[in-house]
């Protein structure tokens, strides 16, 4: 079996395997020119408990590096009457250490890499391909120039004699989606004309480990515990933050910030902003095609609003290795139908409430901001509704 990226789902998926006792031979490509290339990413993850459960089960749950958030608060910017309601999810509700963590990619990356190591796994850095469907099989292929970006499945040209040979598989795995800015289009997709900044704010007020969704009509802006400090996704439309980049440093862009935040931050004290990325949903309606399959972004990429895309990988990749670990060739494209309607319920219900809430919340319609009000009261009121919603971000959907 061939798993083409060694992300976080990717190892995942090669660890879950492993460590049920999967006779498959595996091997994980890479287009990374090493181990160490991405363990300087800056950027700052939100897992669910759910997904602490799955690393801490393969070894791979860095806990030395990890923030806990124990509750969330929800609410949205508007006038009046209508800023008044909120959601608290708080974990001891739940019965809980946490609901969530933050952890930089980096150091959840190093801990997987550690964990594949200790495991015996390899992977062959350097290596970008493409995979090639075949009547029973996978083909895959050395990639080169435009293509080494772009692993989906699909016709790919020969490599050259010298770029490596072509090697056959009986499944190949795809888990290196990349941004929404750099995929092919698929049949789920929508630009949300929001861009995310990202950086890391102080305020006056410890965080005890409070995580903030606060919708504007622009989009949500996220305060998400982080050390001692939030770590910040701040979406806005593209003008909004090229602006925003440029007088980052400026008392303006902390006082905007602050205007759109609830009381419960307390004051602003310290804004950096480090970079920004834009926002789209882009998801495939079947994740297999033939003896292909596609995990995570590869699968769906998502609005970073609630934080589920990663969450949402990880499952994917541990029910595709639970289904594998003892499944045999000759049932394997009936075993690949029944995991794709598996994670269907999954992935539609994250699909669809995602993009409710990145779109929902910046409509401007007449009584569209009441009604918003009026449904984050009910949720608020509602415990049951509460607790199962939550338990769904939580663990997802478990067929």
Do not use: K
């Not at 923030?67 to 009457?81: E, F, K, P």
């Amino acid at each position: 079996m061939a798993i083409v990226g060694a992300g976080p789902v990717g190892l995942s998926l090669a660890l879950r395997m492993r460590q049920l006792g999967s006779p498959a031979e595996l091997q994980v490509f890479d287009a990374q020119p090493d181990a160490r290339a991405a363990l300087s990413d800056p950027r700052v993850l939100a897992l669910s408990e759910g997904s602490r459960q799955l690393l801490q089960a393969l070894r791979a749950w860095p806990a030395e590096a990890a923030t806990a958030i124990r509750d969330i608060h929800v609410s949205q910017h508007a006038s009046g009457l209508s800023s008044l309601p909120r959601v608290m999810l708080r974990a001891e509700e739940a019965a809980l250490p946490a609901l969530g963590y933050t952890v930089r990619y980096g150091e959840l990356l190093g801990a997987l890499q550690a964990a594949a190591v200790e495991a015996g796994i390899q992977v062959r850095y350097a290596s970008p391909v493409r995979v090639r469907e075949q009547a029973r099989s996978v083909l895959v292929l050395p990639a080169r120039g435009a293509d080494a970006g772009d692993p989906a499945t699909g016709p790919a040209p020969e490599p050259p004699p010298d770029n490596g040979p072509a090697r056959e598989f009986d499944l190949a795995v795809l888990a290196e989606g990349g941004a929404f800015h750099d995929q092919q289009q698929r049949e789920l997709h929508h630009d949300y004309g929001q861009t995310a900044l990202i950086g890391q704010l102080r305020c006056d007020r410890a965080h005890g480990g409070l995580a903030v969704e606060r919708f504007t009509p622009d989009g949500p802006v996220a305060l998400l515990p982080r050390g001692a400090d939030y770590a910040l996704v701040w979406c806005v439309p593209p003008a909004r933050a090229r602006e925003l980049l440029r007088h980052q440093d400026s008392a303006e862009a902390m006082r905007q910030l602050q205007a759109l935040l609830p009381a419960v931050c307390g004051r602003a004290l310290e804004l950096r902003l480090f970079g920004c990325y834009p926002l789209g949903l882009n998801a495939r309606l079947r994740t297999r095609r033939g003896r292909a399959v596609q995990l995570g972004n590869a699968a769906q990429t998502l609005h970073p609003v609630a934080g589920q895309g990663l969450n949402l990988g990880l499952r994917d990749s541990a029910t595709l290795a639970r289904m594998l670990s003892d499944a045999d060739v000759a049932g394997l494209d009936e075993l690949l139908r029944r995991y794709d309607l598996t994670r269907l319920p999954d992935r539609a219900l994250l699909l669809g409430l995602t993009d409710l809430l990145a779109r929902g919340f910046t409509w401007e319609l007449p009584g569209a901001s009441a009604l918003r009000a009026g449904a984050l009261a009910a949720l608020s009121a509602a415990w049951p509704l509460r607790r199962a919603l939550q338990r769904r971000m939580l663990f997802g959907w478990r067929a």
